[in-house]
């Protein structure tokens, strides 16, 4: 018998987004580079629904503070996207410049 893959629901935190956007303007307005910044935002779309499709095979990040729930991570160009899984529900938390004091963002 085949059992049809678990399908998860994507849900944002508004964090995530205001991360995103901040890239994104900056790409495009500061670096003039507004294709960049368009193939930024589709390249973040597409790791997303790929991880979507099976989330706890990407690489856990590791902290020194205990968490709940473990932070799963890709990367997209020199960003980062960080997510936990909860039951039937990806939730895609951050996107972080990968040169950033982590530690910081992600206390």
């Given at each position: 018998m085949d059992?049809?893959?678990?399908?998860?629901?994507?849900?944002y935190l508004p964090l995530f987004w205001d991360d995103l956007n901040e890239a994104v303007s900056y790409i495009a307005d500061v670096l003039k580079a507004p294709?960049?910044?368009?193939?930024?935002?589709?390249?973040?779309?597409a790791g997303i629904l790929a991880h979507s499709r099976n989330?706890?095979?990407?690489?856990?990040?590791?902290t020194a503070k205990p968490r709940p729930l473990p932070y799963y991570w890709?990367?997209?160009?020199?960003?980062?996207?960080f997510?936990?899984?909860l039951d039937d529900v990806m939730e895609v938390r951050r996107f972080l410049y990968g040169a950033r004091d982590l530690?910081?963002?992600?206390?």
């Open positions: 059992e049809k893959p678990r399908r998860y629901r994507l849900e294709e960049a910044a368009e193939r930024l935002i589709d390249a973040t779309e989330p706890t095979l990407a690489t856990t990040y590791k890709f990367e997209v160009g020199n960003y980062m996207v997510y936990v899984v530690t910081k963002m992600l206390p």
